[in-house]
C-alpha cells in the first residue's frame, strides 16, 4: 500500500489550498471552511506549543461531539503529540486511570462533563485544563477554549509527525479488567483510511453525518479522519438525541455516507418516516460497525430502504478500526464481509495453526491497522500480537470467497458437556420473534451440564410474551441443548456508548435476576 501522505495536519494544507472556499464541516446553523479549519488548528497548535506541548506529549481530550473536538485532536497531533479521547461516559475514577496511565499534566474537556471531574486535580496530576464551553473563572489552570481561538495567532509550529509515529491512544472498554490503551500510529489510520476509500470510491462530493460519540475508533477513523482524505464536509451532531434531527440534517445537508451502529437501524427500520424522506434522502451507502448487526435487522432494513446498501463491517479499536466489510456487489447476509484491502484475516485453533475453510477457530488478524501495541502492557502486547497476527478474541469462520462470519466472543463462548454453544446463534432467532426488540444470552454455570445458556430479553413497546411461548418458538429453530433453559424479561439491557450490550454486567448480576424471577 503506497501511503501519501505522513499525518492528518498534510490533508489539512492539501484541502485549504485546493478546496479552500468549500465546507469542510457544518455544526448548527455554521459552515467551517477548509482554509477556516485550517487557521483554528494552526492557531490552537500555536496556543498548546507556547504552554509547553512538545512531540510526544500525551494529551487526554474529554470533550462532546463538536468542531472542538476535531480542532484539538488535528492541534495535538500537528506538533507531534499523541491524542487520547476518552469515553465521554466514564465516571471520575475512570477518567483518572486513564489520565495517571498516560501521566497527564493538562486536559482539554468540555463544560458541560464538570461534574465527572469535579476532583480530579486531587487524583491526578493534571493541573491545566482547557474547557470547551462557558467557564466563570478564567486563569494559568483554568483556560477558555473560545478566548485561545479568538486571541492567539496562528503562526506555524514546525514539528510534523512521520507516518510511523504514533498519533492516538484508544483505551479499551476494559470487559476484564482495567482498559488498555491500544497505540495507533499515523500508517495504522492511514491503511485504514485508504482500504475504505478503495471499497467506497469517496470524492470532495460526499457528505458524512457525525452523530455517533466522537471518542469511539469506529467515529474518529470513519466519521473524521477518512473523509479529511477525501476533502468531504462533515455534517456534526452534537448528540444523538433527539434522534428526528439527525433525519433531519441527513436530509437538509444531502448527506451521502451515513454512518451508525446495530441500535440505529434496527430503530430506523421500525420507524415511521415521512414519506418524502425516501424519495429525496442522497444517502448512497449506509455503513454499521461497533457492534453486531442481527440478521433480522439488516432484513428489515433493507427491505424498506431500497436506494442505498446497508454495509455491515467488523473491526476493534486494535485495528484502527476496520478489519473486513461486506461489499455492495455481494453482500452475505450474516456476514461482515471479506477482509479490507491490505489486510489478511485467518481463523485458528488453540494452537494458533490455521483451520480448514467453514471450520470455527479464533479470528486473527494481519496488517499495516494493527496497532503498535498496548500502551506500557509489553505482557498484554506480546500475548495478544504474535509475529505480527493479532489474536482478536473473538470466535469466527470464513467461506470459500473469504467473506467472514462471526459467531461470538471468545469469552462469551458457552460450553455445556463439551458442546460449544454460540450465544449469537441462539440471539439471531430470538430477534425474529415479534415484539422481541433486543436479546443477549450468556453462560450460567452448572453442576451437571459445566454451564447453561440463559437469554435477558427487551421487548417492543407495549408487548408481552411469556417464556414458555418463545421456548416453544426456540424449539422449531434450534436443538434442545441451545434453547436457553432461563428467560429474563427486562426493561433495558445495559450497554456501552456505541451500543454493544454489556455482557459482563449481565453475568454479574445473574443472581439479582434469578432472585427477582423466582419472586415473580
Known amino acids: 500500500m503506497e501511503y501519501k501522505f505522513n499525518n492528518f495536519y498534510e490533508l489539512i494544507e492539501r484541502n485549504a489550498k485546493e478546496y479552500k472556499n468549500k465546507p469542510a464541516y457544518f455544526i448548527d446553523n455554521k459552515k467551517v471552511t477548509w482554509q477556516e479549519f485550517k487557521k483554528l488548528v494552526d492557531t490552537f497548535s500555536r496556543a498548546l506549543h507556547l504552554m509547553g506541548v512538545k512531540k510526544g506529549d500525551k494529551i487526554p481530550i474529554l470533550l462532546t461531539n463538536s468542531l472542538e473536538f476535531i480542532i484539538a485532536m488535528q492541534a495535538i497531533q500537528k506538533i507531534g503529540a499523541v491524542v487520547v479521547p476518552i469515553n465521554t461516559f466514564l ?13 497527564a499534566n493538562m486536559l482539554i474537556a468540555s463544560k458541560k462533563l464538570s461534574n465527572n471531574i469535579k476532583n480530579i486535580r486531587e487524583k491526578t496530576n493534571v493541573k491545566k485544563i482547557i474547557w470547551e464551553g462557558d467557564i466563570e473563572k478564567v486563569d494559568e489552570n483554568n483556560i477558555s477554549f473560545n478566548e485561545i481561538i479568538s486571541t492567539f495567532d496562528s503562526h506555524e509550529v514546525i514539528d510534523t509527525p512521520k507516518l510511523d509515529d504514533l498519533a492516538s491512544i484508544i483505551y479499551t472498554s476494559g470487559t476484564t479488567g482495567k482498559p488498555k490503551g491500544a497505540m495507533l500510529t499515523y500508517k495504522n489510520i492511514f491503511s485504514n483510511i485508504l482500504a475504505i476509500n478503495e471499497l467506497i470510491k469517496l470524492t470532495s462530493k460526499d457528505r458524512f453525518i457525525a452523530y455517533l460519540p466522537m471518542f469511539h475508533s469506529f467515529t474518529m477513523t470513519v466519521n473524521l479522519l477518512l473523509p479529511m482524505y477525501s476533502a468531504s464536509p462533515v455534517v456534526i451532531i452534537r448528540s444523538i438525541m433527539p434522534f428526528s434531527n439527525i433525519i433531519k440534517q441527513t436530509l ?27 424519495w429525496f434522502n442522497k444517502v448512497r451507502f449506509y455503513i454499521s460497525g461497533a457492534a453486531p448487526l442481527p440478521g433480522e435487522v439488516l432484513k428489515r432494513f433493507s427491505k424498506k430502504f431500497k436506494k442505498a446498501k446497508l454495509l455491515e463491517g467488523y473491526g476493534l479499536s486494535e485495528t484502527s478500526p476496520v478489519v473486513a466489510v461486506n461489499r455492495a456487489e455481494l453482500q452475505k447476509p450474516g456476514s461482515v464481509g471479506p477482509a479490507i484491502p491490505g489486510v489478511e484475516i485467518k481463523i485458528v485453533n488453540d494452537e494458533l495453526e490455521e483451520v480448514p475453510i467453514g471450520e470455527v477457530g479464533e479470528i486473527i488478524v494481519k496488517g499495516d491497522n494493527v496497532m503498535k501495541g498496548y500502551y506500557k502492557r509489553e505482557d498484554a502486547t506480546k500475548e495478544t500480537i504474535i509475529n505480527g497476527w493479532l489474536l482478536t478474541g473473538d470466535i469466527g469462520k ?115 435476576y434469578i432472585q427477582e424471577g423466582e419472586n415473580n
Open 252 to 278: 437538509l445537508k444531502r448527506v451521502t455516507i451515513f454512518t451508525g451502529v446495530p441500535d440505529v437501524y434496527s430503530a430506523l427500520s421500525r420507524a415511521k418516516l415521512p414519506f418524502y424522506f425516501h
Open 91 to 103: 465516571k471520575e475514577e475512570e477518567i483518572a486511570f486513564i489520565l495517571n496511565d498516560i501521566e
Open 398 to 512: 470464513l467461506d470459500e470467497d473469504g467473506y467472514l462470519y462471526i459467531l461470538d466472543r471468545k469469552k462469551d463462548l458457552i460450553i455445556s458437556k463439551g458442546v460449544n454453544i454460540y450465544p449469537r446463534e441462539i440471539e439471531e432467532v430470538c430477534l425474529k420473534y415479534p415484539g422481541v426488540k433486543e436479546c443477549a444470552v450468556v453462560g450460567k454455570k452448572d453442576e451437571n451440564l459445566g454451564e447453561i445458556p440463559v437469554a435477558f430479553i427487551e421487548l417492543e413497546d407495549n408487548v408481552k410474551i411469556g417464556e414458555l411461548e418463545l421456548k416453544k418458538f426456540l424449539k422449531k429453530h434450534l436443538a434442545n441443548y441451545k434453547i436457553p433453559k432461563h428467560i429474563y424479561f427486562v426493561e433495558d439491557l445495559p450497554k456501552n456508548a456505541t451500543g454493544k450490550v454489556l455482557k459482563r454486567k449481565l453475568r454479574e448480576n445473574l443472581e439479582k
